[in-house]
């Protein structure tokens, strides 16, 4: 059973600082990885992707992807509290037509 | 930003009882995707599609059917409603050569 872990939380930090959030998965024959970001009550919304080894950014956020220890993180610099929401990871296996979904971290940014 | 609408919004239904929840898309998106989540839980895959006349089930074992007699419509039927069935079902879809999947506002069934 291929899998993907996220740690539930709730991680906490204060306004300005940097979140980290981290993702692992179970298989090495993974080609792409996904953060979505869901508000309470809402549906969740595409951060990034990262389809190779190291960091991708996009503003605020910064992805990092590790095959070798099958890891992928999400970075979230100068946190707002507007940020505060649950985080989710997904993973393409191999040439699977689906995403696997991590259960999500949530984060809350407090001011 | 992504143009998928999922209609109602909000449904409360008694038991037994046939429903449709409707999903469309604009941006001519040939995949297109179902998933059940119940608050704060995960997302699970009931079905998907790739393209017109293309339906997989997911890994969730589901009483709901679909069809795909359009490209921007994929709708999700249940025969028969029942409580095991109340949850948040979110519609998404992506490119073809992409699995960047873009999710609708959801639909928030209650089945009493």
């Known amino acids: 059973q291929k899998e993907v872990e996220q740690n539930s939380g709730p991680l906490s930090v204060p306004e300005g600082a940097i979140a980290s959030l981290n993702c692992t998965y179970s298989d090495r024959v993974s080609q792409s990885f996904f953060w979505y970001r869901q508000y309470s009550g809402k549906s969740p919304e595409l951060i990034m992707s990262?389809?190779?080894?190291g960091d991708k950014e996009d503003g605020r956020f910064t992805a990092q992807l590790n095959k070798a220890s099958q890891y992928v993180s999400l970075l979230i610099r100068d946190s707002q509290p507007s940020d505060s929401a649950t985080y989710l990871c997904?993973?393409?296996?191999?040439?699977?037509?689906?995403?696997?979904f991590g259960s999500g971290t949530q984060l809350t940014v407090l001011p | 930003e992504a143009d998928i609408y999922q209609t109602p919004r909000y449904l409360v239904i008694g038991t037994g009882k046939k429903i449709t929840l409707e999903c469309s898309q604009t941006m001519g998106h040939d995949k297109m995707y179902w998933y059940q989540q119940d608050p704060g839980m995960e997302l699970h895959l009931i079905h998907y599609?790739?393209?017109?006349?293309?339906?997989e089930k997911g890994d969730l074992s589901s009483e709901s059917t679909v069809s795909r007699i359009r490209t921007e419509h994929f709708p999700l039927t249940l025969e028969s409603a029942r409580p095991s069935h109340t949850s948040q079902y979110l519609c998404?879809?992506?490119?073809?050569?992409?699995?960047?999947?873009?999710f609708g506002p959801g639909t928030r069934l209650t089945v009493t």
């Open positions: 997904a993973v393409r296996w191999g040439s699977a037509r689906q995403l696997t």
């Open positions: 998404a879809s992506a490119l073809r050569q992409s699995y960047e999947q873009y």
């Open positions: 990262i389809y190779s080894n």
């Open positions: 599609s790739y393209g017109v006349n293309s339906t």
